[in-house]
């Protein structure tokens, strides 16, 4: 919240302009309903990954990777894979 109130200020006020596609895709409040909706479901099924996994995407590529281990340098390709798979797919059906 520092972060973002230093950053408003320093700009010299809120500089938020959307969500890219998804702001594009949905207007009007009917669109920020499905937008908060999506973000929402979204944030859910990371944090539910994360718990079922035992820790996140992040810590895994980060720690994972810097101590040279041949399953995290498979399991961080693998998330991006799917990750940039997922975003192609959704933007093709929306």
Do not use: E, Q, R
Not at 2 to 24: C, M, N, Q, R, S
Not at 47 to 71: D, H, I, R, V, W
């Amino acid at each position: 919240m520092v972060g973002g109130a230093a950053f408003a200020l320093i700009a010299g006020g809120p500089d938020f302009h959307g969500y890219g596609w998804l702001t594009d895709t949905f207007h009007g409040t009917g669109g920020t309903v499905v937008s908060v909706a999506i973000l929402l479901a979204a944030g859910v099924l990371i944090g539910y990954g994360a718990k079922l996994a035992g820790g996140c995407t992040s810590g895994n590529g980060l720690t994972g990777n810097a101590m040279t281990s041949p399953a995290a340098a498979v399991a961080t390709a693998t998330f991006f894979a799917t990750a940039i798979v997922v975003s192609f797919l959704i933007k093709a059906v929306i």
